[in-house]
């Protein structure tokens, strides 16, 4: 415990300008913690992109393997599945 002779320092000692300093300080931080957060926004968005791409290109790879084998009814299952799925997140996203 601090002696009591020992006084804080608080908001009302300090003078205008040395509070005009530490509302820029803080002003600064929020505006890096505003661009941080747009830069993790943006890329969370940008990596489910990416797997959502790479998930529909699998689903064509499945779709071309199974009429190779000989297998259309399960084929357009996979790739109508696919399909309607990205066109439901298309018009969920815009709307």
């Known amino acids: 415990?601090?002696?009591?002779?020992?006084?804080?320092?608080?908001?009302?000692?300090?003078?205008?300008?040395?509070?005009?300093?530490?509302?820029?300080?803080k002003a600064l931080a929020l505006a890096e913690l505003a661009k941080t957060k747009t830069v993790l926004q943006a890329r969370y968005a940008l990596t489910g992109m990416i797997g959502s791409i790479l998930c529909l290109l699998s689903c064509v790879g499945a779709y071309v393997y199974l009429v190779m084998e000989h297998h259309s009814t399960e084929a357009y299952v996979v790739l109508g599945g696919a399909v309607l799925t990205l066109i439901t997140r298309i018009l969920s996203a815009r709307l």
């Open 1 to 25: 415990m601090p002696p009591p002779t020992e006084l804080k320092q608080t908001f009302f000692d300090l003078t205008p300008e040395q509070f005009g300093a530490l509302v820029v300080d």
